[in-house]
């Protein structure tokens, strides 16, 4: 099925003009001042956008849907988290491998395609976690790679769990400098996390207001600090992934101007949302549990800041739904117990356009550049990230004019929660195709589930 779309002020992350689109199949073939719909295939479907702006498909380079985490699973499955990634306006996941420490790679590979593939209805690809060094891991590793997995995944945070120590590390960061593989990384100190939790919880301070006091902003800049120091010894290039705080910024902003190949990534909660959040009452304060922590509220202009000036490459969700009721009240009697993570897959594109674009702190480029260019471009994924001839039908028809309020009643996200309960959003989604297919119109899912296609990656 072909498209046109006619009168669209086309927004990428440099460019911001007015002209027609036309996708005869799943990428475009045209993009011209005006093109005559007599001059497109038979039966094209022809969308008007006056008034509205063009972006390319959004890109979320951090999200979780299969994770089995803290003792349950998070609560999205493909066929709900793709669905609510393209209603708001993302058509491309890249979700975390996150095997367990006994466990092989390739199996966990094998396990987390099978979720997305033939399920998900957004594009996708993965970052393969490292939770293990020895030969047959690193055997394993080469062929994922192989696979078209380019990039891998480690937490320096998670102690006996998820978590690696300096040999793997180092291990990880020596095998990705000779593939050429960017390694994305959870920076936290894990020993001043684990000592500071004992302390607090013997100390009776046991709510979710006490997760921050736990892994403050110096135990995160130290964990990036860490990661560069490794970075930098084996030539790896990096990316810091769900930075919360001026501090670790700054970390890899040295490191950077030092010569280290690094970016950095800030969630959107760690942009709109602060730590008075988990001090909610009725043990509400739950549902804003993740890591690193929400952060004081002087962070927020701070972080807005480094994304202003580019120093921030990319904004991300961190994705990781857990109900309220059955799953974070898992951490009634200690926060150490809560599940990690606030879901915002859906909800991205329009917060960040809504406290972003229209409250003048990121201009129209810098929000297409963070939310979809850079993306594609540090994990070199082909077609995806902007607007060009040749490049997938992948589109966002967004109307500024558009005004809502978000709540979990609607949301198409699986928990039984938002975090973002009543507000309000300046903007949304109209259209929105994959690679030419139509997949969601004015908030409301009308593709077909399990077209969805593993991106190949340069
Ligand atoms: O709180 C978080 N971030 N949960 C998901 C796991 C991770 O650390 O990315
Ligand atoms: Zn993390
Ligand atoms: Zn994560």
Not at 195 to 201: F, G, Y
Not at 311 to 320: E, G
Request: aromatic share 8%; net charge neutral; glycine share 8%.
């Amino acid at each position: 099925m072909a498209i046109l779309l006619r009168n669209a002020r086309v927004i990428t992350a440099t460019d911001d003009y007015h002209a027609d689109v036309y996708a005869a199949g799943e990428t475009i073939t045209r993009i011209e001042q005006s093109i005559d719909p007599k001059s497109c295939a038979p039966g094209t479907e022809v969308i008007d956008a006056a008034g509205k702006y063009l972006f390319p498909g959004f890109i979320d380079p951090h999200v979780h849907v299969y994770l089995p985490f803290m003792g349950t699973y998070a609560k999205d499955t493909w066929e709900t988290a793709s669905r609510a990634a393209i209603v708001g306006g993302t058509t491309t996941l890249v979700e975390m491998i996150c095997p367990g420490k006994t466990d092989e790679p390739k199996a966990a590979f094998e396990t987390w395609l099978s979720k997305a593939k033939g399920v998900s209805a957004c594009d996708f690809t993965f970052h393969m976690g490292v939770t293990r060094w020895d030969d047959l891991a690193e055997k394993q590793f080469r062929e994922i790679v192989k696979r078209g997995i380019r990039s891998f995944k480690v937490f320096l945070a998670y102690k006996g769990a998820l978590g690696v120590d300096d040999r793997e590390l180092y291990h990880a960061l020596k095998l990705a400098k000779e593939l050429g593989v960017v390694v994305t990384a959870h920076c936290e100190n894990e020993t001043l996390v684990d000592e500071r939790q004992k302390e607090l919880l013997a100390a009776g301070k046991t709510g979710p207001e006490f997760h921050e006091p736990s892994r403050p902003p110096r135990v995160e800049a130290e964990g990036v600090h860490h990661l560069m120091t490794f970075a930098e010894l084996t030539g790896a290039e990096v990316y810091v992934v769900h930075t919360s705080c001026d501090e670790a910024v700054r970390e890899a902003q040295c490191a950077i101007a030092r010569g280290v190949k690094a970016h950095v990534e800030v969630v959107l909660p760690h942009l709109i949302l602060d730590h008075s959040y988990t001090q909610k009452d009725g043990f509400n304060g739950a549902k804003y549990v993740m890591s690193p922590p929400l952060r004081d509220k002087s962070q927020l202009p701070r972080m807005w800041g480094h994304l202003r000036s580019r120093t921030v490459s990319t904004v991300a969700t961190d994705h990781a739904p857990f109900d309220f009721e059955t799953q974070k009240t898992m951490g009634k009697d200690a926060f150490t117990k809560i599940p990690n993570g606030i879901p915002s897959v859906e909800n991205r594109v329009d917060l960040l356009y809504t406290h972003g674009v229209c409250e003048g702190r990121i201009d129209l480029n810098t929000f297409v550049d963070a939310a979809s260019t850079k993306a594609a471009r540090i994990f070199g994924m082909k077609g995806k990230g902007t607007i060009a001839v040749g490049t997938d039908a992948d589109l966002v028809v967004y109307d500024p004019n558009y005004r809502g309020k978000l709540s979990a009643k609607t949301h198409q996200m699986a928990t039984d929660y938002s975090a973002f309960e009543g507000w309000e959003v300046k903007g949304r989604a109209s259209v929105v195709t994959v690679r030419g297919a139509v997949m969601a119109r004015d908030g409301k899912f009308v593709g077909k589930m399990g077209t969805g296609k593993l991106v190949e990656r340069a």
